[in-house]
């Protein structure tokens, strides 16, 4: 059905259409709880945001052909709205089609638009075939993390984004990576796609099939981030970019990246070489920091440590007791170790110990650590087997306890000499979002903590002269938010999150000057 834009402004006012929509999502938000909109990625884009998405994409539209538009997760309908307030009166809509995936969302939409000619199918996005083809694209797709993909659907998805892209993700990528890939397959030549995504995809691993695709496949030419700290969406708390490309062979050389303000008037904007977009890993770094010099000869954390998460217990509620506690269940002592409490209960930067090595820390926690058998255990320790008997119906059926040749059994992991906050964010004066904690004790730590083991060259260091232990600890905790945030991501709100592989990767040339 053919549409003419000049309608809506006749029939209705665009403002008022606007405010109706706002109610309904409002309205339809609320039938649901946060974790339920999380599974379906259901965050509306904000009206000025899908207001200033659709006037940039319109700019780059050839005009000489009609709007044929699509978007892939239509919700209620965010940016077909923003389309009629910001569309010329010169200009027509041919068709717009849209798809909804949650019933609710689409009979909505359905009956709101039902006089603006828009088809909207009620489907899954990756499980249907086009039913045509469409110039303008413009899509904020669900934000559904890989680990929350029926894992039914997850190889179905996969293969058919490599059928459609020719492009194989990694299992980590989230839903929004499938939906950009495979929307290609619902574009015209030259038609111009515009995406509100997560920013994590410029630099992480499972990111680089996209980032390759983007330079290859098609032509990007935009891409703006906003500033993580005013999060465009506070409760899915993403920091978010909109990517733009046009369906056609690449020929451009440069691609504009901008960042901070808004997409139409950014605080900072620079073209960056296609060259660079080659050799850097790290696209947010663009357009405010320079591409890195590559240097191969650099030091990285991973000359000198190890780096493992710390333990998953299973239950901490369970396995982790205070210790006046184990004593009045008069549980014995000796299969218990000392551990630190979680990342955010520990606000100093150096453990010290008492002459046990225990830490000293007002809330004095151990780990229950026993390998002897059930058997043995009943037999010898009674008080110790009735408090396993306690979790035998909740505890040991958890995931974890399952996959363990004995449920109670906790991984082995020695007490670490410097651990890592690896979450955070840059607060109260502090350079870093993160904390280099020096370890005196024989605590080990939990998976709120990343544990860095000197490897043999740096123990040697150690031993010869063990003051050193104490300076790489000070220099660790020198270094600033940015150069940990080269490796690291950073998510809306300004959270900053390290991962042990990018640990390991960051530069620590400064480490190579003390030995
Ligand atoms: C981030 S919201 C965006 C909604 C709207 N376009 C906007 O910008 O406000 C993503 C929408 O995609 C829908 N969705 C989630 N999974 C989908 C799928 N597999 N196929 C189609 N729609 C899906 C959600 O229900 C939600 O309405």
């Known amino acids: ?26 309205k339809l938000d609320s039938y649901k709880s946060i974790e339920e ?32 538009f699509f978007d892939p997760a239509f919700g209620t309908g965010a940016f077909f709205s923003a389309l009629l307030h910001e569309i010329k009166d010169n200009k027509t809509i041919e068709k717009a089609t849209a798809v909804e995936i949650d019933p609710l969302f689409a009979n909505a939409a359905d009956s709101f638009w039902d006089n603006d ?38 190889s179905r998805i996969n293969n058919k984004t490599k059928d459609i892209s020719g492009v194989k993700l990694s299992g980590l ?3 929004y990576c499938h939906f950009l890939l495979q929307s290609i397959q619902w574009m015209d030549e030259d038609a111009v796609a515009g995406w509100l995504i997560p920013s994590e995809f410029m630099d992480v691993n499972y990111g680089e099939a996209i980032k390759e695709f983007l330079l290859s496949k098609v032509e990007l030419f935009r891409i703006h ?65 320079p591409q890195r010099s590559v240097n191969k000869s650099s030091s990285k954390l991973k000359d000198y440590f190890d780096v493992k998460r710390g333990i998953a217990t299973g239950s901490n509620d369970f396995f982790i007791i205070e210790k006046s506690r184990i004593f009045e269940m008069g549980l014995p002592f000796e299969f218990f170790r000392p551990v630190l409490p979680s990342a955010r209960y520990v606000k100093t930067t150096e ?6 090595g225990n830490p000293i820390l007002p809330q004095q926690l151990f780990l229950l650590d026993c390998r002897l058998s059930e058997d043995g255990i009943k037999k010898d320790y009674p008080r110790l087997w009735q408090y396993l008997e306690s979790g035998k119906n909740n505890v040991a059926n958890g995931y974890l306890c399952k996959t363990r040749k004995c449920w109670y059994f906790q991984e082995q992991r020695e007490a670490p000499i410097f651990i890592c906050t690896y979450m955070g964010r840059v607060t109260d004066g502090r350079n870093s979002a993160f904390r280099f904690i020096l370890n005196n004790s024989n605590a080990t730590v939990t998976n709120s903590y990343l544990a860095l083991y000197p490897r043999k060259n740096l123990l040697e260091k150690f031993d010869d002269v063990p003051s050193l232990k104490r300076t790489v600890w000070e220099l660790l905790n020198e270094m600033t938010s940015e ?33």
């Open 1 to 26: 059905m053919g549409t003419q834009n000049r309608r809506y402004g006749i029939i209705r006012n665009i403002g008022e259409i606007e405010s109706l929509r706002l109610s309904m999502q409002s």
């Open 37 to 68: 909109r999380r599974k379906l990625g259901q965050f509306a884009t904000p009206t000025s945001l899908a207001r200033d998405i659709i006037s940039f994409g319109l700019q780059h539209l050839d005009f000489s052909s009609d709007i044929r």
């Open 117 to 154: 000619g828009v088809n909207i199918i009620n489907s899954d996005f990756t499980n249907i075939m086009p039913d045509g083809y469409y110039n303008f694209i413009i899509c904020n797709p669900p934000y559904v993390r890989h680990h929350l993909i029926a894992s039914e659907s997850k």
């Open 173 to 175: 990528a989230g839903l």
């Open 225 to 289: 981030r906003f500033n993580p700290e005013d999060a465009q969406f506070g409760d899915a708390l993403v920091s978010s970019a909109v990517v733009w490309f046009k369906k056609r062979k690449p020929t451009n050389r440069n691609v504009t990246f901008s960042y901070g303000g808004s997409l139409l008037m950014p605080h900072e904007s620079k073209d960056i070489s296609v060259d660079s977009l080659r050799q850097e890993q790290k696209w947010t770094r663009f357009p405010c920091q």
């Open 351 to 356: 453990i010290n110990s008492d002459e046990q």
């Open 483 to 515: 150069s940990l945030q080269n490796e690291g991501r950073i998510y809306g709100g300004g959270l900053q999150k390290i991962e042990p592989k990018e640990l390991l990767n960051i530069d620590v040339s400064f480490l190579s000057g003390l030995f």
